[in-house]
C-alpha cells in the first residue's frame, strides 16, 4: 500500500489482552458487522472494554524511561502516515486549540517551543506488535490544557491533522498523564517530516495508531468523538 506503512487494511475487530479478559469467546461467536463496528454486540463489547480500561488506569503509572544505548537505530524506527507521500506542514503552520477552553489559540510552533517542556525515552509499541525505542521532546498536553484553561468538563480530546485527514480521539485521563506529549523533537532534533513533524502527540499509555502526527488540531469536548482507524473497526480506547 503506497505511502501507508505498517497498518494493512483492519479486521473487523481487534483484541486487546483486557478486551479477551471481559468476552473474547462470545465476541469470536458472534457475527460481526464490519461495516457498522461500533454498534450491536460489538459495539456493547467495545463499551465494557473501554469502561474496564479506564478502570485500571492509573495516571500514577510511568512507563519506564530507556537508557540512551536502548535507542532504536536511525531509520529503523518505522514511519506512518495515510498519505501517499511524506505530508508536509503547508505554509504558515498553526496549531489550532479549541473547543471547551477558555482561551482558544492558534500556536505557532515557536509560541509551542516556550511552554514548559518535558523529555523521555520509552519503547513504542504498534498494533502490529512490533516495538522501537526513541526519546521524544515536547511539551505536555496537560499544560496545554491549563495554557489555554480548558474546562474540567471536557471529558474527551480529539485531535486533527493534515495526513490526508487522519485524526483520532482520546480519553482525558490517558490526554493528561504526565508522559503524554504533543512532541516536536525526537532523539535530540526536530522532528523529522517522516515522523509528523512539525507536532505530534506521543505517549506511553496509547497504542500507535492513536498517536496523531501532523498535527494541525487539538479540541477539548464533552463528547467522545472517533477516529481514522476507530470507524475502520479498530478499538477506541487501545491502552497499552
Known amino acids: 500500500m503506497p505511502g501507508r506503512h505498517l497498518i494493512s487494511a483492519p479486521p473487523p475487530r481487534l483484541l486487546t489482552r483486557r478486551l479477551a479478559l471481559v468476552g473474547a469467546g462470545g465476541l469470536l461467536a458472534s457475527a460481526c458487522d464490519s461495516a457498522r463496528p461500533h454498534v450491536g454486540f460489538l459495539g456493547a463489547m467495545e463499551r465494557v472494554n473501554a469502561r474496564l480500561q479506564a478502570a485500571l488506569f492509573d495516571e500514577r503509572q510511568l512507563a519506564p524511561e530507556l537508557p540512551p544505548e536502548e535507542t532504536t537505530p536511525p531509520g529503523a524506527f518505522p514511519p506512518y502516515f495515510i498519505s501517499d507521500t511524506v505530508p508536509l506542514a503547508p505554509p504558515g503552520w498553526t496549531l489550532r486549540v479549541g473547543g471547551m477552553v477558555a482561551r482558544p489559540a492558534n500556536l505557532t510552533l515557536a509560541e509551542l517551543q516556550r ?46 491533522s493534515f495526513d490526508s485527514g487522519y485524526w483520532s480521539s482520546w480519553d482525558r485521563p490517558s490526554a493528561f498523564h ?63
Open 115 to 160: 511552554l514548559p517542556s518535558t523529555q523521555y525515552r520509552i519503547r513504542h509499541h504498534c498494533v502490529e506488535g512490533w516495538s522501537a525505542v526513541a526519546s521524544w521532546h515536547g511539551v505536555r498536553l496537560r499544560d496545554l490544557a491549563e495554557y489555554v484553561g480548558a474546562d474540567p468538563a471536557a471529558s474527551y480530546v480529539e485531535l486533527r
Open 178 to 240: 504526565p508522559q503524554t506529549l504533543l512532541a516536536y523533537g525526537m532523539n535530540g532534533q526536530p522532528l523529522p517530516p517522516e515522523h509528523g513533524a512539525p507536532l505530534r502527540i506521543y505517549s506511553a499509555v496509547k497504542l500507535g495508531y492513536k498517536m496523531v502526527k501532523y498535527l494541525t488540531e487539538v479540541n477539548f469536548l464533552s463528547q467522545p468523538t472517533s477516529g481514522y482507524w476507530e470507524e475502520r473497526g479498530y478499538e477506541w480506547y487501545a491502552g497499552v
